[in-house]
């Protein structure tokens, strides 16, 4: 009976561990039982920006002139190699939703810490066309939104803000370039949900903000009572 129950509890365990490794995603070390995604020094290390602190930060001044922010924040810095690239690989390439959930929900109880609780009506996610979310099957900025949606306690939607057609990849390009490749890329699907409202509009890294720029002129053409914008990760 013993040895049986013993049995069983290890079939659990290996099933458990099938589908929830013990391993922590950003350094692959060993993740203590009950503790999620990130071992205890990887979740206190984490590279976090305070930008949410620090009105004229990097992400805000990369939109002066551009579109008119009223809040522009970024959580982590991403660097080559290091745990927030790991950590991103994993959520947009590896099937881990979950990493932008977690993450997306330790960024809301930050946020809120800091009085942002009550700053935003609606989090509007970055779409993905629809032919890369069939393949990926789901979109990695949802899954941000759908974090910072239940820590901040406000509503977020997928359906808002669409893509409309796909576009070309963007790593060789300039700015001016992807900038044109970008406009007219997305459309607002529900204007009577954007207007008058604060939209937090989300992401999982800024690099050039050419995608964010063509998504945030896409609301402000359906006259939101403020716009700002979250990413998880921020690209020196
Ligand atoms: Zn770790």
Redesign the pocket.
Known sequence: MVIFHFSMKIMLRDFLNLFFPRY??????P?AHGAHL??????VDLPRTGYHQEPENPVARKFYGLLPLTHAFGYLHFAKGG?VQSLLHQLKYENRPEVGEVLGRWYASELKEDDFGEAFDLIVPIPLHPSKLRKRGYNQSDAIARGLSEGLNIPWSAEVLKRTRHTNTQTRMSRAERYDNMASVFAIAQPEKVIGQRILLVDDVVTTGATLQACGEAIMASQPQTLSIAALAVAQ
């Open positions: 922590c995603l950003a350094c692959r070390g993740v990130l071992c205890a020094s990887c979740a745990k």
